[in-house]
């Protein structure tokens, strides 16, 4: 099977026939599909039919078998080919449940020196998001959440990495969230009449708010009071106009 299923893949009906059979063939068979399509992951990931017969392999697989897959985004050229494509990135998604710490460990020690690269990249980027909220919490990912507010300045004005800034101030570690209260409070002005870092300057107010307790002074209440000061304090020229930045941002 392994040496013509590649061919296969190129014609509609013959893909549709090996989707099909990945729910009635015995175990044995079910793994040398899984051997086979493993061999060829990223050619048939990549291909426009063949995508979807490793989507099928993974909705039926076991988890040993899944894993064979699954592994195959170790590698980075790969990992990197397939999170850019357009068949290739739905193969990724659809891993992410099933990825082990390895595969995981090895996919933060890919990303982590191309972070501004992947987190400006619709798909890369759409998948980062996906990948934080997935594995939240664990070391090696904190680390590669880390890289991604080191090129805040960076990625809140980006059209695309603003919304991976969001995501991970969404996930509220301590340490992001104030860094971006520092951020916001160098750049007040220029992050709130910017297109894209304005949303993420109300994703942080939204975090400061939940954090914050009616009546009582803590450090993001403090945090908040002084954001709102600096909004009321900072004067801005609009249409021969001088006025609040606070009741321009609300225009």
Request: hydrophobic content about 45%; glycine content about 2%.
């Amino acid at each position: 099977m392994s040496g013509n299923l590649l061919d296969m893949m190129t014609s509609p009906p013959s893909c549709q026939v090996v989707q099909k059979l990945c729910y009635c063939v015995d175990r044995d068979k079910m793994e040398q599909l899984v051997i086979s399509i493993s061999k060829q992951f990223r050619s048939l990931s990549l291909h426009q039919c063949g995508h979807q017969a490793v989507l099928a392999v993974l909705a039926v697989a076991s988890p040993d078998q899944r894993n064979m897959v699954t592994s195959q985004l170790e590698s980075e050229n790969t990992l990197l080919e397939l999170l850019k494509d357009k068949h290739g990135y739905f193969v990724v998604q659809r891993c992410l449940p099933y990825m082990q710490p390895v595969t995981v460990s090895c996919i933060v020690r890919c990303l982590e020196c191309r972070v501004m690269e992947v987190s400006c990249h619709p798909r890369a980027s759409l998948f980062l998001q996906e990948f934080f909220m997935q594995f939240n919490g664990k070391d090696m990912v904190d680390m590669l959440q880390d890289k991604v507010m080191d090129n805040l300045e960076c990625l809140a004005y980006c059209e695309v990495g603003h919304w991976l800034v969001q995501t991970v101030i969404k996930l509220g570690h301590p340490s992001h969230i104030n860094k971006a209260i520092s951020w916001l409070e160098s750049n007040m002005q220029k992050v709130l009449e910017d297109c894209n870092s304005v949303f993420v300057a109300r994703v942080l107010v939204q975090q400061l708010l939940a954090r914050s307790r009616k009546g009582v002074q803590n450090t993001w209440s403090q945090a908040m009071d002084r954001l709102v000061d600096k909004m009321i304090d900072t004067m801005v020229v609009v249409r021969e106009n001088t006025l609040p930045l606070i009741i321009v941002a609300a225009m």
